[in-house]
């Protein structure tokens, strides 16, 4: 719960929150969701957790999609706190993912986040140094 309470405690453009979570544990369900090329191992996830951004207003229809990313990140750093792995999952087909859990079709699936206990500590990705992206007063 404190996974999901990050979620909906994130900022949102005039506090409109636009989003909505659904959380996915059923076998049969995670099956059916790991259909895509590169998502196989949802099948093997605790839970998924399926963010969808369902604006009301001018101001959510704008930034639903920024909105409900925040609330998802947050997600994910609250499940590595508490040494819960995740993978964003970006590879779905939104019309069969919103078919099989009832989502309305006036709202946006935006991603897919496998939660479970990592079996193993992969080794960290080299990333950029802060000397070649981080620009003081201009570019």
Known sequence: MKILEAGRRSPSA???QPWH???VTDEGLKAKLASGRYNRFIR???AVIVGVALPYDSVSRRWAVVDVTIAMQSMVLAAWVQGVGSCWIGD???GEVK???GIPDEARVIALLTLGIPAE???LRPKRRLEEIV???QW
Do not use: Q, Y
């Open 121 to 123: 500590t992969p080794p």
């Open 21 to 23: 979570f659904v959380v």
């Open 99 to 101: 078919r099989l859990l």
């Open 92 to 94: 779905f087909r939104e």
């Open 44 to 46: 093997e996830a605790a």
């Open 14 to 16: 005039a506090n409109r």
């Open 135 to 137: 620009h003081h007063n």
